[in-house]
Antibody
Framework: QVQLVQSGGEVKRPGASVTVSCKTS????????ISWVRQAPGQGLEWMGW???????TGYAQKLQGRVTMTTDTSSTAYLELRTLTSDDTAVYYC????????????WGQGTLVTVSS | SSELTQDPAVSVALGQTVRITCQGE??????ASWYQQKPGQAPLLVFY???KRPSGIPDRFSGSSSGDTASLTITEAQAEDGADYYC???????????FGGGTKLTVL
């Protein structure tokens, strides 16, 4: 069965960087994209960007350009790196499998809470 | 900037039908996908495309679209349908993907 398993919660100081991983299994990694979506406490969903499982091409939300990098490796794992963290980055971060470059995300990771606090 | 607008809250009596709407310019050209999210859980895709329902999603969930508005209809709403619902779509300018602000559905 399809699974996306994310790394554990993180606590970071303002200005630091965080990397969240998303290990996938149960499907052909190169046939889908992975999107990252975050949700601040009590807020809605925010799309952060995506990465192709086929060729590693990426697309990022404009507000995060320059602070975010998404990568993959040969173990069918996707990574999200977010730099220069502020308290506004405190959120649950989700990875989600996307059917091509659509907005149809059919499987999601369990979420990773990233807390930014001094 | 482009956006998708949803009513913040909607309520429905148990067993009745409810429609959750999502309005945005991108919906004139793109289908919406719909996600259900319960507290402490990851979002769950419940409807997408012109007429697609993922395996395991009850057929009381259906979607439609007209002009710049997409709708998710829940027929004979059950207590377990109480959740936050988000619409989402591709768009041709700005960020490739946008989410609506979400609708909190209360089943009375």
């Amino acid at each position: 069965q399809v699974q996306l398993v994310q790394s554990g919660g993180e606590v970071k100081r303002p200005g630091a960087s965080v990397t969240v991983s998303c290990k996938t299994s149960g499907y052909i990694f190169s046939s889908y994209a992975i999107s990252w979506v975050r949700q601040a406490p009590g807020q809605g969903l925010e799309w952060m960007g995506w990465i192709s499982g086929y060729n590693g091409n990426t697309g990022y939300a404009q507000k995060l350009q320059g602070r975010v990098t998404m990568t993959t490796d040969t173990s069918s794992t996707a990574y999200l790196e977010l730099r220069t963290l502020t308290s506004d980055d405190t959120a649950v971060y989700y990875c989600a499998r996307g059917q091509g470059t659509t907005a149809d995300f059919d499987y999601w990771g369990q979420g990773t809470l990233v807390t930014v606090s001094s | 900037s482009s956006e998708l607008t949803q009513d913040p809250a909607v309520s429905v009596a148990l067993g009745q039908t409810v429609r959750i709407t999502c309005q945005g310019e991108s919906l004139r050209y793109q289908y919406a996908s719909w996600y259900q999210q319960k507290p402490g859980q990851a979002p769950l895709l419940v409807f997408y495309g012109k007429n697609k329902r993922p395996s395991g999603i009850p057929d009381r969930f259906s979607g439609s679209s007209s002009g710049d508005t997409a709708s998710l209809t829940i027929t004979e709403a059950q207590a377990e349908d109480g959740a936050d619902y988000y619409c989402c779509s591709r768009q041709s300018s700005g960020d490739p993907v946008i989410f609506g602000g979400g609708t909190k559905l209360t089943v009375l």
